[in-house]
C-alpha cells in the first residue's frame, strides 16, 4: 500500500494564496504522473493540475494561470502553489499518483482549502 502524506490546506481569503504539499514513499521509483484533485460540498472530485515525470503540466481550465503545480521526482513530492483564490476554489484537495508499477492510482487522504469571501 502507496501512503500519500498531504499537507498545507486550511482558510484562508478570497485573493490569497496558500501552498499545498505532498509526499509519496521514497521507495517507490515509478511514479509516472503526480498531481492534486478537489472535490466541493455535493460535487464530483474533478482535476486540478498534473504533472508527469518528465515535467509536462496540466491544468483545468479554471485553475490556469492562479495555481502552479510543481514537482521533485528525486523526492517524490508533489506541490500547488495557489493563488488568487476564489470561493469557488474551496474543497477537498486530494493528491493522486499514478505508479508504473502495479500500474495503479493512489489517493491521499485529503486537505481542506476554505477560501472565504
Known amino acids: 500500500q502507496v501512503r500519500l502524506v498531504e499537507s498545507g490546506g486550511g482558510l484562508v481569503q478570497a485573493g490569497g494564496s496558500l501552498r499545498l504539499s505532498c509526499a509519496a514513499p521514497?521507495?517507490?521509483?515509478?511514479?509516472?504522473?503526480m498531481g492534486w484533485y478537489r472535490q466541493a460540498p455535493g460535487n464530483q472530485r474533478e482535476l486540478v493540475a498534473t504533472?508527469?515525470?518528465?515535467?509536462?503540466?496540466n491544468y483545468a481550465d479554471s485553475v490556469k494561470g492562479r495555481f502552479t503545480i510543481s514537482r521533485d521526482s528525486a523526492k517524490n513530492t508533489v506541490s500547488l502553489e495557489m493563488g488568487s483564490l476564489k470561493s469557488v476554489d474551496t474543497g477537498v484537495y486530494y493528491c493522486?499518483?499514478?505508479?508504473?508499477?502495479?500500474?495503479?492510482?493512489?489517493w491521499g487522504q485529503g486537505t481542506q482549502v476554505t477560501v472565504s469571501s
Open positions: 504533472i508527469t515525470v518528465g515535467g509536462i503540466t
Open positions: 493522486n499518483a499514478f505508479v508504473d508499477i502495479p500500474g495503479r492510482n493512489y
Open positions: 521514497r521507495s517507490i521509483f515509478s511514479i509516472s504522473v
